[in-house]
């Protein structure tokens, strides 16, 4: 089992850059495809990146290819996903994700998930 806690969320301009945190407990943080998610309100909860075991397969959603990028550093079990050219669109509470298969971009693919951390990017 693995526990999920995300930071860096905050409120940005418009064009401006955010890095997401997800500090990871455990292990076995190395056996798990790394996924991040966000929920914006009324709206359900989305597929964003997802990055492999070793980090050199990822996986975005087409709204954020060439502005979002996701790592990791599995010495440090944590999962990152920086974010640049934000948009107002963007905004959404962010959840990391951990799933036993990798590079999975539905919600069932993930068996843990973190508590969320909220980005809100103003025009």
């Known amino acids: 089992q693995v526990q999920l806690v995300e930071s860096g969320g905050g409120l940005v301009q418009a064009g401006g850059s955010l890095r997401l945190s997800c500090q990871a407990s455990?292990?076995?943080?190395?056996?798990?495809?790394m996924g991040w998610f966000r929920q914006a309100p009324r709206k359900e909860r989305e597929f964003v990146a997802t990055?492999?075991?070793?980090?050199?397969?990822?996986r975005y959603v087409d709204s954020v290819k060439g502005r979002f990028t996701i790592s990791r550093d599995n010495a440090k079990n944590t999962v990152y996903l920086q974010m640049n050219s934000l948009k107002p669109e963007d905004t959404a509470v962010y959840y990391c994700?951990?799933?036993?298969?990798?590079?999975?971009?539905?919600?069932?693919?993930?068996?843990?998930w973190g508590q969320g951390t909220q980005v809100t990017v103003s025009s």
């Open positions: 455990g292990r076995t943080f190395s056996s798990y495809g």
């Open positions: 994700a951990a799933s036993n298969l990798p590079l999975g971009t539905t919600r069932g693919a993930y068996a843990y």
């Open positions: 990055i492999s075991w070793g980090g050199g397969n990822t």
